[in-house]
């Protein structure tokens, strides 16, 4: 475990290596398109079931550092860990008292992903998720299928979700979980209705309502404990982590997820809650616009622009409506005008944040000045 250990740092180390590329060439190369890969796919297939001691954590968060720096670097060329990624089946390992026994064969990203149960060290959690995360966006392939049964994927989901809704659980982590919901919401759709859980009442009474099927939060939906995070009462909420909620709430707005949008729209404070970033300005009049308020902000516009422009004419939310009222009549039109100033951005936001920013804030007043759309109604 030692000598494996070392031999991660030494490979992490030479693939940050900016100076040589050289080096950082061949150690990629070497592990993505070569049988050298296949030893760091062996680790990562140990199995939360028998990671015992520190030294084997230390083993398997070197090889989810390695791997997820490899799959950065990819180019064209489907590499042979990512072909294995995609379609290796690797033995089940279930301990039976001090033994180690083979129980059946399981898709690889099932092993990865079951190490959300290991509550030791948060970033062994961290690091898989963000793996999990990564093949969302490079593999064409459904993770939902690779979890099992549906049991054994439902298993995985209500870990997933416990550990987000915990008050004491890691904000790295909750963060991390929240980002590769986002994802999957634009490309996993298998995955994205088993962690949205949103379950159908009796149908002969949702008739009587309506004739459109409403839909309820499940026992197990990611869906209520971002609610929570984003919850204007709630106190102490770090602005990384209140940015990563509202960012998957607005891909849910721009992939058109109507029956999840349903649901949303039914909680009472929610329009307050997402409201709330932009109707209190900057921090205080003084300070200059941090990154995280940033991101706050811009998902906060974009999920609100999004909401006027596809609800049609009239059947906007009252609270909504009233919310929009009070933004433009306390002057935060101008005020945030003022603030998206270059000048009034701090020196640590990254031109990517600045960019989503200016993007989102471009939105919000395309949609308040359309005549057509009319839901705003400061220009109605």
């Known amino acids: 475990e030692q000598i494996g250990s070392r031999a991660l740092k030494i490979f992490e180390n030479s693939l940050r290596i900016n100076d040589d590329a050289s080096l950082r060439g061949l150690v990629t ?18 199995g939360v079931d028998a990671v015992h001691g520190l030294a084997m954590v230390g083993v398997l968060k070197g090889a989810l550092r390695v791997v997820i720096q ?20 690797v033995d089940r390992p279930v301990s039976a008292g001090t033994l180690q026994v083979i129980a059946d064969k399981v898709h690889i990203v099932s092993i990865i992903s079951s190490y959300i149960h290991y509550r030791h060290d948060p970033e062994l959690s961290v690091l898989s998720t963000r793996l999990l995360r990564r093949l969302c966006k490079a593999s064409p392939m459904s993770l939902y299928g690779c979890l099992g049964p549906n049991k054994a994927a439902g298993s995985i989901r209500d870990a ?31 995955l994205t209705e088993l962690f949205l859980d949103l379950v159908s009442p009796d149908k002969a009474k949702s008739r009587e309502k309506s004739s459109a099927l409403h839909f309820e939060l499940g026992r197990n939906s990611c869906l209520a404990p971002t609610l929570g995070i984003v919850n204007s009462q709630s106190k102490f909420v770090p602005h990384e982590l209140l940015s990563a909620a509202l960012k998957f709430l607005a891909s849910l707005w721009t992939n058109r997820k109507d029956a ?57 939310d009252g609270a909504l ?13 101008e005020t945030w005008t003022e603030a998206l100033k270059v000048e009034s951005v701090g020196d640590d936001v990254s031109d990517q944040v600045r960019l989503k920013l200016l993007k989102s804030w471009r939105t919000f007043l395309l949609v308040a000045s359309d005549n057509d759309v009319g839901n705003f109604v400061v220009f109605a």
């Open 70 to 89: 490899l799959l950065n670097s990819t180019g064209e060329d489907l590499s042979v860990i990512e072909d294995a990624l995609g379609s290796q089946m």
């Open 321 to 333: 409506k009233k919310l929009l009222k009070e933004f433009e009549t306390k002057g935060n039109f």
């Open 160 to 190: 997933y979700v416990s550990r987000l809704a915990a008050r004491t659980e890691d904000v790295d982590l909750k963060v991390e979980i929240l980002e590769l919901l986002t994802v999957a919401v634009e490309t996993q759709p298998g």
């Open 29 to 46: 190369r070497a592990l993505l398109y070569s049988e050298a890969g296949q030893a760091l796919l062996m680790m990562l297939s140990i």
């Open 260 to 316: 999840a949008l349903s649901t949303i729209r039914k909680r009472e404070s929610i329009w307050t809650d997402i409201m709330g970033p932009l109707l209190a300005g900057l921090p205080d009049e003084t300070s200059e616009i941090t990154g995280n308020h940033c991101s706050v902000a811009a998902n906060a516009m974009q999920i609100i622009a999004m909401e006027c422009f596809y609800v049609a004419r009239g059947e906007m």
